[in-house]
């Protein structure tokens, strides 16, 4: 692999931290022009009816599967105070979440902690088109977390020479992580397809068969990402 140009890097950076602070400086603004789209304004909507309208246990029709976990979130921070205000963060706090699994994922798959910060400011340098789905609910944030928890679970278990994450140490973590990544998946249940069957494949296979030396070991764990 060659070496990272630190130059370059260094721009990029530079260009994630700008566009970090603009879209945070300009969040309120940002969201609140999202919730003009009838897809965006309604996990907030349902969320508020199922607290205030007495709707829980009733059926409930989603017009767009991928606000599940949307709904889910906002309906268990909606009796919070300024719990308006807290849903125009979690999206992109989401998003953001995402990108740092992303970005510790390659740290630990290069074995550079240079990748992976590289990686977390290409990751929210987002054009305009992108960014709408990091911003607002209901636009399939939830698939990129859960590709970024899959894939930095993968890497951390995919080697037998890797510590298994704390999280998986515990029936009660192990209960956690299997409720996110349910409502994960059935916000997306394409994911299954191109997230979690081949990610479980891969950490199998490295199992089954480890990779001899640590150069083996490192080109495996980037294959975990790819």
């Not at 740092?100 to 630990?108: G, P």
């Not at 709408?132 to 679970?153: C, E, H, K, N, V």
């Amino acid at each position: 692999m060659k070496p990272l140009n630190r130059g370059i890097v260094a721009l990029t950076v530079c260009i994630g931290a700008f566009s970090l602070a603009v879209t945070l400086l300009r969040l309120p603004r940002l969201a609140g022009a999202a919730l003009w789209n009838s897809d965006a304004v309604a996990p907030s909507v349902l969320a508020e009816s199922f607290w205030r309208d007495g709707i829980f246990g009733q059926r409930t029709i989603l017009g767009d599967i991928t606000s599940l976990w949307d709904v889910a979130t906002f309906t268990a921070l909606e009796p919070l105070p300024f719990h308006r205000q807290i849903w125009l963060l979690v999206p992109y706090a989401t998003s953001l979440l995402a990108a740092a699994l992303f970005a510790a994922s390659v740290a630990r798959a290069t074995l550079s902690r240079l990748a992976g910060v590289a990686t977390f400011a290409m990751m929210i340098s987002a054009a305009k088109v992108v960014q709408f789905s990091q911003i607002a609910p209901a636009y399939r944030g939830s698939s990129w977390l859960l590709m970024g928890l899959f894939a930095y679970l993968a890497v951390r278990t995919s080697d037998e020479t890797e510590a298994v994450p704390l999280l998986l140490r515990s029936r009660v973590g192990l209960g956690i992580l299997g409720v996110v990544a349910a409502i994960l998946i059935a916000s997306d249940p394409l994911t299954v397809l191109v997230v979690v069957i081949p990610i479980i494949l891969v950490v199998w296979d490295g199992r089954r068969h480890p990779p001899a030396g640590a150069v083996a070991s490192k080109s495996h764990l980037q294959a975990v990402v790819i």
